[in-house]
């Protein structure tokens, strides 16, 4: 993906009137480019006791195990933005249950929201964000190759209320609330 | 707020390069917009039995009463956000107490996280975009002059849920998904 950074000839940073903060504001057309925090949907899916992982064909993290999630677009919710990133990382119908987490990574300011999900249908096959996917029991998940620290925090904490309905999500663990 | 829509004289739409979907590339410099939801924090605060209401000084919906709350900005937290806009529009200390909802006004592609928080000091004055702030008991809420569904519906969930902990934060209300 593409970032604001890498392509910025035309922008200048200044406070524009009525704000009180600096913004990028295109030298030629004067347009603001409000940059706020982008927000990533995704789910921790299982299938009895086994959970999807998808490994990245993309960068980063190419090569490394992770949970279908992405970047939310607009016109969707939550939800919906999840169950699209899980058909396409892993053209995995899902069924969403309720939400496990909200992380907030404020260095590259996004916010995650987990899902708990369960594959609707068996069908499972690498999507273009993909080289491979599979079901993985709790022992078999590839610990030392997963894609994110949030990959990580969002299954032990699936654990965590595994039977369990009604809980408050959980945020960042403790000791990862500045990352 | 400037909206994209405003002012796009430098931008074409076009799907770039390993993308599927329209986004709004500059002419000039190849600066692709990638415009996704934003988030909006807000809280209900609470001092004993009392509910923060600030009355709106900028549009949209100018002289109504909302909760405190407003676009995340980068490298804070929700929470962050949300104690940040009650400082900003009412002078306000919160102290957050955990998630209430998270609604989605799919129209507008935003996603509000509030939160239940209490006032940390009585100190509370308008700010910048409030013409007046007040703490108001249940049945004094200007109900008729609210500014935004969300409003509503974060009071009501706050009534439902008051004297419990560790529960599911609320989504939209049954009717309202496609808002």
Redesign the interface.
């Given at each position: 993906?593409?970032t604001?950074a890498k392509?910025?000839?035309?922008?200048s940073t200044l406070v524009?009137v009525g704000d009180d903060?600096d913004r990028l504001v295109?030298n030629?057309?004067?347009?603001?480019?409000?940059?706020?925090?982008?927000?990533i949907a995704g789910a921790v899916v299982t299938e009895g006791k086994k959970f999807l992982l998808c490994k990245r064909s993309i960068e980063p993290r190419i090569g490394y195990w992770t949970l279908p999630a992405g970047?939310?677009?607009?016109?969707?919710?939550?939800a919906e933005g999840a169950m699209r990133e899980a058909y396409e990382e892993a053209t995995a119908q899902i069924l969403i249950k309720?939400?496990l987490a909200?992380y907030?990574v404020?260095?590259i300011?996004q916010?995650q929201?987990f899902f708990r999900a369960s594959l609707a249908s068996p069908d499972i096959k690498p999507g273009i964000e993909s080289t491979d996917v599979d079901l993985f029991s709790w022992d078999e998940i590839p610990w030392d190759t997963l894609a994110f620290p949030s990959v990580h925090w969002a299954l032990k904490h699936y654990r965590e209320v595994e039977g369990k309905?009604?809980?408050?999500?959980f945020g960042n663990p403790e000791g990862w609330?500045n990352v």
């Open positions: 993906m593409t604001p392509n910025l000839a035309n922008f524009p903060k295109c030629d057309c004067g347009f603001i480019y409000y940059d706020n925090p982008k927000i970047f939310m677009e607009l016109g969707e919710t939550p309720d939400i909200i907030t404020k260095r300011s916010v929201i309905d009604n809980f408050a999500p609330e």
